[in-house]
């Protein structure tokens, strides 16, 4: 039912949060637990969440700070804003820094799931930019660099570097590659094999790290490499 939902809450409220991750484990739904905005910081920025909920006043760092970094960084975790404040201003602002959806307390524990299982069915829209190390692929402008020098790739070739950002540092298999470049009109393996070959060239043949890497039996993934 909860699909292994692993969520991070990020409440001041000490009472609040022992409350909904109690109701969440009867639902079998995983949450970590942060208490300040810098601990949340940390935690969004090393760990892999389906989805956060996010309190707007936060000790350390507020909710909306806490937002707008983690967008900055390129992190496209969706994010359900908690606040007890429900003027349009207040969500605006709170769209504005990359807020996904928002929930105005007090709320019912049911809503808050339900909420949670929608958001976690897709990656956030809210960011223009995915950064993995030096590498950083511009969404709207469909551009890609690394180290600050721009990457020549073809239309596909975005497109598969998306997907493995996207899901770095996760590995993809070559079925979810193909499935997002070309959906359900595929062509023959080679093609992914020449593609893949030619985004691996752009990617790091001039650069000091090897970022992606070939996981036997696994796919593809993009991660920070070892410096040669």
């Not at 090393?46 to 909306?64: A, C, E, F, R, S």
């Not at 970094?69 to 994010?79: A, E, L, S, Y």
């Not at 958001?119 to 890609?144: F, H, P, Y």
């Not at 094999?193 to 593809?220: C, P, W, Y």
């Amino acid at each position: 039912m909860a699909d292994n939902l692993q969520l991070l809450l990020v409440e001041d409220d000490i009472d609040l949060a022992k409350a909904v991750i109690d109701y969440l484990e009867l639902e079998d739904i995983q949450c970590d637990h942060a208490a300040n905005g810098q601990s949340g910081h940390h935690l969004i920025s090393t760990n892999q969440y389906d989805v956060v909920i996010l309190d707007l006043n936060l000790p350390k760092m507020n909710g909306l700070e806490v937002c707008e970094r983690i967008r900055t960084q390129g992190i496209d975790v969706p994010i359900l804003m908690l606040t007890a404040r429900d003027t349009l201003d207040d969500k605006l602002t709170g769209f504005s820094k990359g807020a996904d959806d928002y929930l105005v307390k007090p709320f019912a524990m049911e809503e808050l799931i339900v909420r949670a299982q929608v958001l976690a069915r897709r990656r956030s829209g809210q960011i223009s930019k995915l950064i993995v190390d030096d590498l950083v692929l511009d969404l709207q402008e469909k551009r890609a660099s690394r180290a600050g020098e721009n990457i020549k790739l073809s239309p596909i070739g975005l497109k598969l570097l998306e997907c493995l950002m996207r899901n770095s540092p996760n590995p993809v298999s070559r079925e979810t590659l193909m499935q997002a470049v070309w959906g359900d009109e595929q062509p023959d393996s080679n093609s992914l094999k020449v593609h893949m070959f030619n985004v691996r060239k752009a990617v790091d043949a001039s650069a000091e790290g090897k970022l992606i890497q070939t996981i036997t039996g696994h796919g593809f993934a993009l991660r920070k490499g070892e410096k040669e």
